[in-house]
């Protein structure tokens, strides 16, 4: 059973750093192209940044280049959202996936809420 469990959200001011991280099980992670996406309310789910299987690549939306940073450790069987420069635009639940084997595999999510 493929399961995927987000932790590390919260409520930070402006400006602070959370790191969110995403423990997979169920499935052979090492193989897995993983993302983070969010979605704030009345907006449509956003993909935030995405990680190849191996991390040769890396990817994320712009309005999040330079603040936030995606990587995976496939020892451990987890993939990691660090983010830093927190603006109250990122408040949303924020979503680990996994795509693998043609399927879209998806966390219960985390909030983060950026306010002072």
């Known amino acids: 059973q493929v399961r995927l469990v987000e932790s590390g959200g919260g409520l930070v001011q402006p400006g602070g750093s959370l790191r969110l991280s995403c423990a997979a099980s169920g499935f052979t992670f090492s193989r897995a192209f993983m993302r983070w996406y969010r979605q704030a309310p009345g907006k449509e789910r956003e993909l935030v940044a995405s990680?190849?299987?191996?991390?040769?690549?890396?990817n994320s939306v712009d309005s999040v280049k330079g603040r936030f940073t995606i990587s995976r450790d496939n020892t451990k069987k987890t993939v990691s959202l660090q983010m830093n420069s927190l603006k109250p635009e990122d408040t949303a639940v924020y979503y680990c996936n996994a795509f693998i084997d043609l399927s879209n595999y998806w966390g219960q999510g985390t909030q983060v809420t950026v306010s002072s």
């Open positions: 990680i190849t299987s191996n991390s040769g690549s890396k």
